[in-house]
Each structure stands twice: as structure tokens, then as C-alpha cells.
């Protein structure tokens, strides 16, 4: 996937995204061609492993469990302050 280092990306999925260096067509056009001209087996691996990242950490279980997690934290520190 190409895409922009936006403030709020984790650097969890840096290994995942083929970032443009700069916000420029020419740069967008230079990652796109790069892109375009790894071997297709070496495309399909970084899908394979992307998707598989995606599926495991980031589903609705493991969303959830992160939920969950942070209101136990804020419910143990509130009753903390009591």
C-alpha cells in the first residue's frame, strides 16, 4: 500500500505502507512507479504479511480487548482517587 506518514499513524504499520516521501506529484509518481516495478512475487508476500497483521492484531477481539483495557485503567485510577 503507498500512502503519507500522517501524524496518528502508528509506527506499528510503517512495515506495512510504502510511504511517499514528500507530498508532491512527482514523489506520489516516483512511489508509484517503484512500486510497480518489484517483482510480483515480492508484492504478494508484503500483501500476504499485511493482511496477516491486519487479521491478527487488529480484529475486533483484540480492538475490543484494547477497549476494555483502557476502561479497567481509568476505573482502577478513578477509584485510586477517591
Known amino acids: 500500500m503507498i500512502g503519507?506518514?500522517?501524524p496518528g499513524i502508528?509506527?506499528?504499520?510503517?512495515?506495512?505502507?510504502?510511504y511517499v516521501e514528500n507530498n508532491?506529484?512527482?514523489?506520489?509518481?516516483?512511489?508509484?512507479?517503484e512500486i510497480c516495478e518489484m517483482p510480483q512475487e515480492f508484492l504478494e508476500?508484503?500483501?500476504y504479511r499485511a493482511r496477516q497483521?491486519?487479521?491478527?492484531?487488529?480484529?475486533?477481539i483484540v480492538q475490543a480487548?484494547?477497549?476494555?483495557?483502557?476502561?479497567?485503567?481509568l476505573h482502577e485510577r478513578k477509584k485510586r482517587k477517591v
Open 10 to 18: 502508528a509506527d506499528e504499520y510503517d512495515q506495512y505502507i510504502s
Open 65 to 73: 480487548n484494547k477497549i476494555l483495557d483502557m476502561m479497567e485503567f
Open 45 to 47: 508476500d508484503m500483501g
Open 4 to 6: 503519507y506518514k500522517l
Open 53 to 60: 497483521f491486519v487479521v491478527s492484531q487488529k480484529n475486533e
Open 24 to 33: 508532491t506529484i512527482d514523489a506520489l509518481k516516483d512511489k508509484m512507479t
